[in-house]
């Protein structure tokens, strides 16, 4: 199994950017696929976008769209996601995760993931 720790997380303003970054060790980084959910207080955990072993295809969820973008580092066993043009509805737990299928982590089914990260804090200041 793979172990996922994230990190990059912090208070931004409204507008900016943040970089998550995960970093993946154990099982090969590369025989999964990957992917961002994120939770907000007294809200259920949901997907944000997911990324294939070889970062070939990419899927976003409708709210982040044209303003994340994944992307990773199979060399450095690093995933990250890029935000920007934040909005205060984005302010969430963000969690990094691992599942054997992009499509499917897409599908936002959290049985699909094999293994999650602790999570990092998005905090957004209007």
């Known amino acids: 199994q793979v172990q996922l720790v994230e990190s990059g997380g912090g208070l931004v303003q409204a507008g900016g950017s943040l970089r998550l970054s995960c970093a993946a060790s154990g099982r090969a980084f590369g025989d999964y696929a990957m992917g961002w959910f994120r939770q907000a207080p007294g809200d259920e955990r949901k997907f944000v976008a997911s990324?294939?072993?070889?970062?070939?295809?990419?899927y976003y969820a409708d709210s982040v769209k044209g303003r994340f973008t994944i992307s990773r580092d199979n060399n450095k066993s690093t995933l990250w996601l890029q935000m920007s043009t934040v909005k205060p509805e984005d302010a969430a737990v963000y969690y990094c995760a691992a599942g054997f299928s992009a499509l499917r982590l897409r599908t936002g089914d959290i049985s699909q993931v094999n293994s999650w990260g602790r999570g990092t804090q998005v905090t957004v200041s209007s």
């Open positions: 990324i294939s072993r070889f970062g070939t295809d990419t």
